[in-house]
C-alpha cells in the first residue's frame, strides 16, 4: 500500500521545513478517548488492518485535507494508526480567502502530527458543471502530488447514503448504486461506515475546529439539497435509519456486482476471437451476464461515457435483430466514430468514419 516512514522533515503550506519542536520531536497530539475518538480511530485501525500489507501499521499515507471537519477527524486518527502521514490541502481558489482556509487546514495537520502538510492550488474550469469540474481538478491534484502514497479521503456514511441516491436517479442498473468502496488504488475511504455527526463530535472533544465550507450549505449543488432537504425527510417519513440502510444496499450490490463481473468474464472469454464476440454465444446468456459482458467488450475497444442506453441498442444487436445499423459508442477519434455493429454472425467494434 505505502512506503515506510523516511524521516521526510515537516513543510509548510509553502514548501519550505518547518523546524521540530522543542524537544526535537514530531509525536502526533494525543487525543482524549472520548466515544468519538474512539469510533473513528476503530474505522482507521479496521481499515490498516484490511488494507495496509500484512495488516500492519507503520507504512505511510497522505490524507486529502480540506479543513472541514470529516477530513480533519480522519488527519487526527491516521497519524495515531497508521504511521506516517503527509496532508495534502487542495486550494481551489473558488473563494475570495481560500489560501488562508488552506494554511489553516496546514497548521491543524502539523498540529496534529502529520509528517507534512502542504497546499496544492488547483484551476476549476467548470466544465460539465462545477461540482464535477472541482472533483476532477481535486483528483488530478491529489494524484500528482502523493508521491505513490495511498491517499485517504474523509468520505461519511453519509456521504455514501447520498452517492447512492444520486446514482439511483441516474437510473443505469445496480452499477450505478454500487456507492464508494473503501479501497480502489490509490484511494482509501476508512469512514465509510461512521457518520457525520461523529467527526464533528471528534473535532468538538479534540478541540480543532473545522471549516464550515459555504458550499456545503449551497443549495445551487445538488449534492446539498440531498444531505440538507431529501435525506432528512426520508429520515423522518421512514423512522430513520435510511443512511445506513442506503450505505448496506450499495455493499451488498458491490458484492452481487463482484460474482457478476467474474461470470460475465468466463462468457465473454467464451465469446471472443480476440476481436469479434459470437452472436450465437451471448444471444443464450443471461441478460445480467450478457449486458455486463458487452459493456466490459466495449470499454476495452476504447468506448466511452457508456450510458443505459448504448447498452441496451448494442444488445438489441443480438437479441432483437432487425438488420439495424451499428451502434456508434463514443471514444472515436476527429473524423471517425467507435461503432458496434453485427456482421455475418459476430458482434464488431470499429472506427467509422463520419
Same mark, same amino acid.
Do not use: F, K
Given at each position: 500500500m505505502g512506503r515506510a516512514p523516511g524521516g521526510r522533515p515537516r513543510v509548510s503550506e509553502h514548501g519550505g521545513e518547518l523546524s521540530p519542536g522543542a524537544d526535537g520531536s514530531s509525536s502526533p497530539r494525543r487525543?482524549?478517548?472520548?466515544?468519538?475518538?474512539?469510533?473513528?480511530?476503530?474505522?482507521?485501525?479496521?481499515?490498516?488492518?484490511?488494507?495496509?500489507?500484512?495488516?500492519?501499521a507503520g507504512t505511510a499515507v497522505a490524507v486529502a485535507l480540506s479543513g472541514g471537519a470529516d477530513s480533519l477527524a480522519l488527519t487526527a486518527a491516521a497519524v495515531l494508526e497508521v504511521g506516517a502521514v503527509d496532508a495534502l490541502v487542495v486550494d481551489h481558489q473558488l473563494q475570495a480567502g481560500s489560501d488562508v482556509v488552506a494554511a489553516a487546514a496546514v497548521a491543524a495537520a502539523?498540529?496534529?502530527?502529520?509528517?507534512?502538510a502542504r497546499v496544492l492550488p488547483v484551476e476549476v474550469d467548470g466544465a460539465g458543471g462545477m461540482e464535477a469540474a472541482a472533483r476532477r481538478a481535486r483528483y488530478a491534484a491529489l494524484d500528482e502530488a502523493r508521491g505513490g502514497l495511498p491517499v485517504l479521503l474523509g468520505h461519511t456514511l453519509d456521504d455514501q447514503a447520498e452517492t447512492v441516491l444520486l446514482g439511483l436517479a441516474r437510473g443505469s442498473?445496480?452499477?450505478?448504486?454500487?456507492?464508494? +468502496?473503501?479501497? %480502489?488504488?490509490?484511494?482509501? @475511504?476508512?469512514?465509510?461506515?461512521?457518520?457525520? #455527526?461523529?467527526?464533528?463530535?471528534?473535532?468538538?472533544?479534540?478541540?480543532?475546529?473545522?471549516?464550515?465550507?459555504?458550499?456545503n450549505t449551497s443549495p445551487e449543488f445538488t449534492r446539498v439539497r440531498l444531505r440538507t432537504e431529501v435525506l432528512p425527510l426520508l429520515e423522518d417519513v421512514l423512522g430513520g435509519g435510511v443512511a445506513g440502510a442506503l450505505a448496506r444496499t450499495a455493499e451488498q450490490l458491490r458484492e452481487d456486482g463482484a460474482v457478476l463481473d467474474a461470470l460475465a468474464g468466463e462468457l465473454l472469454h467464451t465469446a471472443s476471437d480476440g476481436?469479434?464476440?459470437?452472436?450465437?454465444?451471448?444471444? +443464450?446468456?443471461? %441478460?445480467?451476464?450478457?449486458? @455486463?459482458?458487452?459493456?466490459?467488450?466495449?470499454? #476495452?475497444g476504447g468506448a466511452k461515457a457508456l450510458t443505459g442506453k448504448h447498452l441496451h441498442a448494442v444488445d438489441e444487436l443480438i437479441t432483437d435483430w432487425r438488420g439495424q445499423g451499428g451502434v456508434a459508442v463514443g471514444g472515436g477519434r476527429p473524423g471517425s466514430r467507435l461503432v458496434a455493429a453485427r456482421e455475418h454472425g459476430r458482434l464488431t467494434l470499429r472506427l467509422r468514419s463520419g
Open positions: 487525543l482524549p478517548e472520548t466515544a468519538a475518538v474512539l469510533e473513528v480511530r476503530r474505522a482507521v485501525r479496521d481499515w490498516v488492518v484490511a488494507y495496509a500489507p500484512s495488516g500492519e502539523l498540529s496534529l502530527g502529520c509528517r507534512s442498473g445496480g452499477r450505478s448504486i454500487h456507492g464508494m +468502496t473503501e479501497w %480502489a488504488e490509490p484511494w482509501g @475511504r476508512p469512514l465509510l461506515g461512521v457518520r457525520r #455527526a461523529v467527526t464533528r463530535q471528534l473535532c468538538a472533544d479534540v478541540g480543532v475546529p473545522p471549516y464550515a465550507d459555504p458550499h476481436a469479434t464476440l459470437s452472436i450465437e454465444t451471448l444471444a +443464450t446468456a443471461p %441478460a445480467a451476464l450478457r449486458r @455486463r459482458a458487452i459493456r466490459a467488450w466495449l470499454l #476495452a
